[in-house]
């Protein structure tokens, strides 16, 4: 497969996504928001315990 093939095929690809694609609503919008916030919170506080743990195994 030549390069401008390729480019072709992922410009079609790009097109078709697109087409299907939509604006979510303010309500989706939030929903997500507030579970990607909380998934950091969550991910955050887990990084911030093994830390405690390790300097806690550490001694210092």
Do not use: D, H
Request: proline share 2%.
């Amino acid at each position: 497969m030549s390069i401008q093939e390729k480019i072709v095929k992922a410009y079609t690809e790009t097109r078709r996504i697109l087409r299907l694609s939509r604006k979510p609503k303010t309500t989706e919008f939030n929903e997500t928001a507030k579970i990607t916030g909380l998934g950091m919170i969550l991910i955050g506080l887990l990084g911030f315990i093994v830390l405690l743990i390790s300097q806690l195994i550490r001694g210092v």
